[in-house]
């Protein structure tokens, strides 16, 4: 839902309407990476405040500057808040702006990543270590060698593999890797690398993970998101078009690369035979949200599968004030997604 409509949105009656309230109040987060661990869901968000920055297209007003992870007995249970679980104090090469992030588990060690810029202005990703699901994490004294951009997602396939998928436009500075490097030269405007309208679309990357999992095992690999026919995605497509928030899972053998559009808010799914790709377009998973970002994540608890995303209605519009939340999710018979309306038909 763009930001130019709220001052005629009644919150009120919206909340009314929400198919799922805020899963805590107390304090605002966003870009929810669910999983279950031991028996138990825990949420990793990122932590919004009101930093005072102002509004741009780089994201400057997202600062966030810590962790906390959410923990749950069930998705109808309250939303506890474990308390801080990394600080951009606590990481040697990070200076600020830790944005949404993502965990694993593997051998009795927890591991959370998390994207953050360092003291040239880069966007790098990095990883803390737990023995507990909640934290605290630990943060390796280094980022994560060859990474770049924001939105880490860290997938465990069923052959005990892991895969991180990442990528972000604008703010998340994918546009400026477009030669393999980043490019540090003006204009500071987050389009001015982007692709013509008529040419293919920046893509998300993917990267399979070292087995101690503190580093890439390969060198990042672009993902192709294709159309029906085969071609891939073009950049003026902005309703399907990859923009960030990229998510795995695995269905009835196929896999589902979910990510977020940006400007024009949906979240969107793709259907492939690989952790690497290609993945053809499926369709929305999510329709607009309150707030500019809409960013996800698909977990499935027992037996039901459940989208974990985040609005601002909480904030009354507020879009770098924003609250997690959760839903159904549901499959098809013919391996598509229902598409969900986050304040009913």
Sequence with gaps: MPEDSIAHIDFEELNKKAISQPLVKHMYTADPSAHVFDGKIYIYPSHDIDAGEAFDDLGSHFAMEDYHVIAMDSVDSEGIDCGEALHVNDVPWAEKQMWAPDAAHKNGKYFLYFPAKDYDGIFRIGVGVSDTPDGPFIPQPEAIKNSFSIDPAVFEDEDGDYYMYFGGLWG??????????????????????????????????????????????????????????????????????????????KYHGKYYFSYSTGDTHFICYAVGDSPYGPFTYGGRILNPVVGWTSHHSICQVEDQWYLFYHDSSLSKGVTHLRSVKVAKLTHNADGSIETIDPYGN
Excluded: C
Excluded at 181 to 205: I, M, R, W
């Design 172 to 249: 998340g500075q994918l546009q400026r890797w477009r030669e393999g490097t980043f490019n540090p030269d003006q204009p500071e405007s987050p389009v001015a690398f982007l692709p013509k309208d008529d040419e293919p679309a920046l893509l998300p990357y993917v990267a399979k993970m070292s087995d101690d999992m503190l580093e890439f095992a390969e060198k990042p690999k672009e993902i192709q998101i294709v159309d029906e026919n085969g071609d891939p995605l073009l950049a003026g497509d902005n309703d399907r078009r990859f923009f960030e928030a990229a998510w795995l899972h």
